[in-house]
């Protein structure tokens, strides 16, 4: 798999510009959905190297990252006289970056793709390391393949139009990358005020959580090992998430800031993180993203979708876990007593 390239983009037009001749091409096609059209298409389309490039769009939200919007992208692609050789944007939250990238990845057996994320979870997660794809059968992310953007050009001013909500969603994953990269920064993310936003201080601590996943990644691209570090929080969260879906659906960063406050409890249990550092996070989530209710009787369930996570090997509960800021341990494993201990915490907290 190629490089990718990762670039703060203070000055939209000659990033873009940049990014686009570097990857020849005949046509260029930008993806966008229905919302990323009205909001962010217009800060891209008058750019004169734009002039000429189909726009194609898929419904918004992650329950249109499904084979009838890839199938459609695909379709357009062809109507639209696409080769081997054009070149796609992805301008758009998570969804369309990975469904944009698993589209571009499969026409014609592989065209080359930008990705342009426009919310705050895509720019720090979803857009950068390779992983694309689409859901399918009732489960997230089933089918997909690696691949790499040519460029990952992340744009801050475009978040200004993003929802609280939105915000909330993806700064669980900053939240995450300071937990398993520097004291400093957790101690930033951890002060930040999210109800009045900074978007230029925002914008710095976004390229620093970037480069995060960016090192990780770099180090292990298809998770044999290390990038398991990035799983931190998902465990559980991946359960409550599911669960959630079952009653009231929640975005993915709260379900993960839910799984983080379960995980460091596990963490301080059974690999010595500090339990203050512990506390501080728990404050931090439970003023930002208040607490989906649920009751021991929710116990079986959470365990039995725990147990059927895909990063489970053997039939084990796999959990990333931390000794400190920044010290990952992979590959730990709890006993369902100690999963409903670190639920029951949730539960008081
Ligand atoms: N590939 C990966 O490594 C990876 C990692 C994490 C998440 N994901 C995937 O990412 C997706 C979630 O991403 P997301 O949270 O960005 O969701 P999303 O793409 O569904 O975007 C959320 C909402 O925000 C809107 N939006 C986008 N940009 C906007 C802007 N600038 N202003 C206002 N509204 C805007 C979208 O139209 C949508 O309604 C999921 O499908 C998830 O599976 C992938
Ligand atoms: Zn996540």
Same mark, same amino acid.
């Given at each position: 798999?190629?490089?990718?390239?990762?670039?703060?983009?203070?000055?939209?037009?000659?990033?873009?510009? +940049?990014?686009?001749?570097?990857?020849?091409?005949?046509?260029?096609?930008?993806?966008?959905?229905?919302? %990323?059209?009205?909001?962010?298409?217009?800060?891209?389309?008058?750019? @004169?190297?734009?002039?000429?490039?189909?726009?194609?769009?898929?419904?918004?939200?992650?329950?249109?990252?499904?084979?009838?919007?890839?199938?459609?992208?695909? %379709?357009?692609?062809?109507?639209?006289?696409?080769?081997?050789?054009?070149?796609?944007?992805?301008?758009?939250?998570?969804?369309?970056?990975?469904?944009?990238?698993?589209?571009?990845?499969?026409?014609?057996?592989?065209?080359?793709?930008?990705?342009?994320?426009?919310?705050?979870?895509?720019?720090?997660?979803?857009? /950068?390391?390779?992983?694309?794809?689409?859901?399918?059968?009732?489960?997230?992310?089933?089918?997909?393949?690696?691949?790499?953007?040519?460029? /990952?050009?992340?744009?801050?001013?475009?978040?200004?139009?993003?929802?609280?909500?939105?915000?909330?969603?993806?700064?669980?994953?900053?939240?995450?990358?300071?937990?398993?990269? %520097?004291?400093?920064?957790?101690?930033?993310?951890?002060?930040?005020?999210?109800?009045?936003?900074?978007?230029?201080?925002?914008?710095?601590? /976004?390229?620093?959580?970037?480069?995060?996943?960016?090192?990780?990644?770099?180090?292990?691209?298809?998770?044999?090992?290390?990038?398991?570090?990035?799983?931190?929080?998902?465990?559980?969260?991946?359960?409550?998430?599911?669960?959630?879906?079952?009653?009231?659906?929640?975005?993915?960063?709260?379900?993960?800031?839910?799984?983080?406050?379960?995980?460091?409890?596990?963490?301080?249990?059974?690999?010595?993180?500090?339990?203050?550092?512990?506390?501080?996070? /728990?404050?931090?989530?439970?003023?930002?993203?208040?607490?989906?209710?649920?009751?021991?009787?929710?116990? @079986?369930?959470?365990?039995?979708?725990?147990?059927?996570?895909?990063? #489970?090997?053997?039939?084990?509960?796999?959990?990333?876990?931390?000794?400190?800021?920044?010290?990952?341990?992979? #590959?730990? +494993?709890? +006993?369902?007593?100690?999963?409903?201990?670190?639920?029951?915490?949730?539960?008081?907290?």
């Amino acid at each position: 798999m190629e490089k990718q390239k990762v670039i703060i983009a203070e000055l939209l037009e000659q990033t873009l510009a +940049t990014a686009v001749s570097e990857c020849e091409h005949d046509r260029m096609f930008v993806l966008t959905d229905t919302t %990323t059209r009205q909001l962010c298409l217009p800060r891209i389309a008058a750019f @004169p190297f734009m002039q000429g490039a189909e726009v194609i769009t898929i419904g918004a939200t992650d329950q249109h990252k499904t084979l009838d919007s890839l199938s459609h992208v695909w %379709t357009e692609l062809g109507r639209m006289g696409a080769t081997r050789h054009s070149l796609l944007i992805n301008l758009g939250g998570g969804m369309v970056t990975d469904l944009g990238g698993f589209a571009a990845s499969t026409f014609k057996r592989g065209i080359n793709y930008i990705n342009i994320p426009t919310t705050l979870l895509a720019m720090v997660d979803a857009s /950068v390391g390779g992983k694309t794809g689409i859901n399918f059968g009732g489960l997230k992310n089933e089918i997909g393949v690696f691949s790499n953007a040519s460029s /990952v050009i992340l744009h801050t001013p475009f978040l200004e139009t993003l929802d609280g909500e939105n915000i909330c969603s993806g700064y669980a994953e900053m939240l995450k990358h300071g937990l398993i990269g %520097t004291e400093q920064a957790f101690a930033e993310l951890l002060t930040f005020d999210l109800d009045v936003i900074d978007y230029f201080h925002l914008s710095r601590m /976004v390229a620093e959580s970037v480069k995060v996943k960016e090192r990780i990644v770099m180090e292990d691209p298809t998770e044999k090992g290390i990038r398991k570090a990035l799983n931190l929080g998902h465990t559980i969260g991946h359960a409550f998430e599911s669960l959630a879906l079952q009653r009231q659906p929640v975005l993915h960063g709260y379900a993960v800031a839910w799984g983080l406050i379960c995980e460091l409890y596990l963490s301080c249990v059974k690999t010595g993180f500090p339990t203050d550092k512990m506390r501080q996070t /728990v404050r931090f989530i439970n003023k930002h993203y208040g607490r989906m209710a649920i009751t021991c009787n929710d116990y @079986p369930v959470l365990l039995e979708l725990m147990t059927h996570d895909k990063k #489970n090997v053997a039939g084990r509960i796999n959990f990333t876990l931390l000794g400190g800021i920044g010290d990952i341990r992979i #590959n730990q +494993t709890a +006993t369902n007593d100690e999963i409903c201990e670190a639920l029951d915490f949730y539960r008081e907290g």
